[in-house]
């Protein structure tokens, strides 16, 4: 069997690019007219490639673009879930202060991102709209068990009462993105994320008592 020639390390990163400029600009283009109206057509002029040459980067077509936008999205975030969640030397309420702090700080650095998902990704979880939705719950579902891991072990401390852990762990993920979705709105002042962590903590982990 002949060996396959190796490819030049200058053709990889040519591919990267082009690849890297696909996903920015299908990520502009959904953000802007969200995923139903966003065409192929618009993606390739805004990524200065041929329509032909995003079917050769990207399986899939425009859906497999959305999924591939989405899988970078919800990469970060479950970087930030394992970083600020994962140290055991801290008590839990700080790391999810902390936590809380990044993702509104990659969100206000990402504000297109931010529209992508509170667009579409609350629909897309509960439709049944085959490898699609089932790619993004798995997804939802990774940065979840992230937050599960260390809240099972804070319970097992003692820092935190006894709770359904999962259950838990899906509030402590939906209250988030449902206040970041609260507060983007235009008539609101979205607060620093520092303030915006604060707030969330206090309130999910002191509920309302006086």
């Known amino acids: 069997m002949t060996p396959e020639t ?3 390390t200058w053709k990889r990163q040519a591919r990267a690019l ?3 400029a696909i ?3 299908a990520r502009a283009t959904f953000a802007e007219h969200g995923y139903a109206a966003a065409t192929v057509d618009e993606i390739a002029a805004r990524a200065e490639v041929s ?3 995003i079917y050769n980067y990207v399986d899939g077509g425009k859906g497999g673009l959305f999924v591939a936008v989405l899988a970078e999205h919800f990469d970060e975030l479950h970087g930030l879930a394992v970083a600020h969640l994962g140290p055991a030397d801290v008590p839990f ?3 999810y202060r902390t936590f809380v702090a990044a993702v509104a700080d990659y969100f206000r ?3 297109d991102l931010l529209r992508v998902h509170l667009r579409e990704v609350p629909q897309l979880l509960v439709s049944d709209d085959g490898e699609q939705a089932e790619r993004l719950r798995a997804q939802r579902d990774r940065i979840e068990t992230a937050i599960a891991a260390p809240l099972a072990a804070a319970i097992a401390a003692g820092e935190v009462r006894a709770v359904p852990v999962g259950p838990t762990a899906h509030v402590l993920f939906g209250v988030l993105m449902g206040f970041l979705h609260s507060t983007s709105a235009p008539c609101a002042a979205a607060p620093p994320p520092a303030d915006a962590a604060d707030f969330l903590t206090s309130l999910l982990f002191d509920g309302l008592a006086a």
């Open 6 to 8: 190796p490819v030049p």
């Open 18 to 20: 082009v690849h890297d």
């Open 23 to 25: 996903l920015d600009a």
């Open 51 to 53: 329509k032909g040459t």
């Open 93 to 95: 309420r700080a790391r």
């Open 109 to 111: 650095a990402n504000a």
